[in-house]
C-alpha cells in the first residue's frame, strides 16, 4: 500500500505562485514514476509534471517554463513548484504515483486562480 497526502494548494492571483507537495509512505521503493495531475471543472484529468524514471521529467505543453517538479528523497515528497499561474490552470491536482499492476492517487488539492 502506498499513501500520497497533497498540501499547498489555494487561491492565488493571476501571475502569482504556489508549491505544492506531496508526501508519499507505504511501500515506496522510490520516487521514480511519481508526478502530478489536474482536474478542472467539466474537463479530464490531465498530467501535468512527472518524474518518468531515474531523474527524467515530462511536462504538459502548457506548463512548461511555468512549472518545475522536485523531490526529496530523505523526506519521500515530491514537489510542484507553480510560477506564473494563470486563471486556465485553476483545477484539483493530485499527486499520482504508478506501481507495478496498478497506480495510487491522493486525495487532491484546490489550486484556484483568479484574475
Known amino acids: 500500500q502506498v499513501q500520497l497526502v497533497e498540501s499547498g494548494g489555494g487561491l492565488v492571483q493571476a501571475g502569482g505562485s504556489l508549491r505544492l507537495s506531496c508526501a508519499a509512505s507505504?511501500?515506496?521503493?522510490?520516487?521514480?514514476?511519481m508526478g502530478w495531475y489536474r482536474q478542472a471543472p467539466g474537463k479530464q484529468r490531465e498530467l501535468v509534471a512527472a518524474?518518468?524514471?531515474?531523474?527524467?521529467?515530462n511536462y504538459a505543453d502548457s506548463v512548461k517554463g511555468r512549472f518545475t517538479i522536485s523531490r526529496d528523497n530523505a523526506k519521500n515528497t515530491v514537489y510542484l513548484q507553480m510560477n506564473s499561474l494563470k486563471p486556465e490552470d485553476t483545477a484539483v491536482y493530485y499527486c499520482?504515483?504508478?506501481?507495478?499492476?496498478?497506480?495510487?492517487w491522493g486525495q487532491g488539492t484546490q489550486v484556484t486562480v483568479s484574475s
Open positions: 499520482n504515483k504508478k506501481v507495478d499492476g496498478g497506480e495510487y
Open positions: 507505504g511501500n515506496i521503493f522510490s520516487l521514480n514514476a
Open positions: 518524474f518518468t524514471s531515474g531523474a527524467t521529467t
